[in-house]
């Protein structure tokens, strides 16, 4: 199950900027197991995905390892090749920070029109709901008493808010909503929601249950 080719563009993505210097950091490498381990044994793809925020738990290890392994190599084979290994890494680093591969990429940090419309709608969103929102949205709403990542916790929220756009979020076969002008009813798991619309820009609603 580790042997899939997702799972190893993880672990190239991780160790090329560092040029492969962490597996020759001998323990120091210890700190890095339980987070990459945990990270490739997962089902959800976004946990081995090098481009999450979910990697944080792992870096930090990493860049000691890659230090540890330089050092390591250096003692054992002295010379200019040191500078060579540094300069792959630098040109690995430099393309996987480009826009085309990254979204952490300094060229998405502008909001565009689709989110500044999001922001208005969450802008709506009253102070002590409670609340079922699609997973971008849910930091935004850090603030609120409860927070769900939708659909979980549909029932006990008085509000949801979701980007009909993109919906269902991820592949959620058990649920689905239909609207009727300011109604929209929303099934999931077999319970029937009705809401009113309390807030919509774009494809973006805040739905208010009735």
Known sequence: ALMTADRLVYVVAMLGPLALLPLAGGWDLIGALPAVAQNLLSADPVL????????AFALP?????????YARLERRRPGHWPVAVLVIAMTVSLALDSRTVNNLAPARFRPTPEQRAA????????????????????????????????????????????????????????????????????????????????????????????
């Open 48 to 55: 081995y995905n090098y481009r999450a925020q979910y990697q």
């Open 119 to 210: 922001y208005r709608v969450l802008a709506a969103v009253p102070p002590g709901a409670v609340v079922s929102a699609q997973d971008p949205y849910v930091p935004h709403l850090s603030l609120r008493p409860l927070v769900f990542v939708f659909p979980v916790g549909i029932a006990k929220s008085d509000h949801v808010l979701i980007d009909t756009g993109t919906y269902p979020w991820r592949n959620l076969p058990g649920t689905t909503m239909t609207r009727d002008g300011d109604t929209v009813t929303i099934v999931s798991d077999g319970a029937e929601y009705r809401y009113a619309v309390a807030a919509e820009a774009g494809t973006v609603l805040l739905l208010r249950q009735r």
């Open 61 to 69: 290890f990493l860049m000691v390892a890659a230090v540890g392994g």
